[in-house]
């Protein structure tokens, strides 16, 4: 069973912290793997998508990287923001389908 | 680019009504969209793929009379929430792909706060 976990559950770090979230999938055949950040109440925004041969990804103080070897990924923030206070969820696809597997997310929360 | 509006953003209604929730595409034509429903503190669970112009495929568990979904166009999909009952109370959200690019790219709305009472 395709199956998606995120590390911690929640963090809290201080303004101005730097910080990584982890993410294990089992996923198979791989196709792609996103993360997503998800405000309270709103729909998730994509952050990166890598493929199988992508194994790091920026977008702005986000960095994703990804270990197809090892099933393994990370969202690494920099220089956190009081507006990063969300959940972020990562997202695998499986070659051939357009279903995603959804991990349960991890809780942000930036405090000043 | 790559807009997907929901509307209403938010809606009460009382059990045994029905209410509808739309889900369009405002700058690309999507084939695909997907609904999906996510209770709190948990993540999205896909309940149906809808195509347009063919009947939705639904998920194990999602009942198919109770959430009537009509892809009629290619940028807009409905779901209907027929006799809703408190328990259908959840956040809805919808995200399209686009036709024009990779399969692999989707793109959420914003969601719908269903609350039953």
């Known amino acids: 069973k395709n199956q998606v976990e995120q590390s911690p559950q929640s963090l809290i770090i201080l303004e101005g912290k730097n910080c990584t979230l982890q993410?294990?999938?089992?996923?198979?055949?791989?196709?792609?793997l996103r993360w997503y950040k998800q405000d309270t109440g709103r729909g998730p925004v994509s952050l990166t998508i890598?493929?199988?041969?992508?194994n790091t990804k920026s977008n702005g103080r986000y960095t994703a990287t990804l270990d197809a070897d090892t099933k393994q990924s990370s969202l690494h923030i920099t220089a956190s923001q009081l507006s990063d206070s969300a959940s972020y969820i990562c997202?695998?696809?499986?070659?051939?389908?357009?279903?995603?597997?959804f991990g349960t997310g991890t809780r942000l929360t930036i405090i000043p | 680019g790559a807009v997907v509006s929901q509307h209403p953003s938010w809606v009460i209604c009382k059990s045994g009504t029905s209410v509808k929730i739309e889900c369009r595409s405002l700058?690309?034509?999507?084939?695909?969209m997907f609904w999906y429903r996510q209770f709190p503190k948990q993540s999205l669970m896909l309940m149906a793929t809808?195509?347009?112009?063919?009947?939705?495929?639904?998920e194990q568990g999602v009942e198919k009379d109770k959430f009537l979904i009509n892809h009629a166009s290619l940028t807009l999909s409905t779901l209907t929430v027929t006799s809703a009952h408190p328990e259908d109370s959840s956040f809805y959200i919808c995200?399209?792909?686009?036709?024009?690019?990779?399969?692999?790219?989707?793109?959420f709305g914003p969601g719908t706060r269903l609350t039953v009472t």
């Open positions: 809808s195509n347009e112009g063919s009947k939705a495929t639904y």
């Open positions: 997202v695998v696809n499986d070659f051939g389908n357009e279903k995603l597997t």
């Open positions: 995200s399209a792909r686009d036709m024009g690019l990779a399969a692999t790219e989707q793109y």
């Open positions: 700058d690309f034509q999507a084939t695909t």
């Open positions: 993410c294990n999938y089992t996923v198979s055949p791989f196709s792609n």
């Open positions: 890598m493929t199988f041969s992508e």
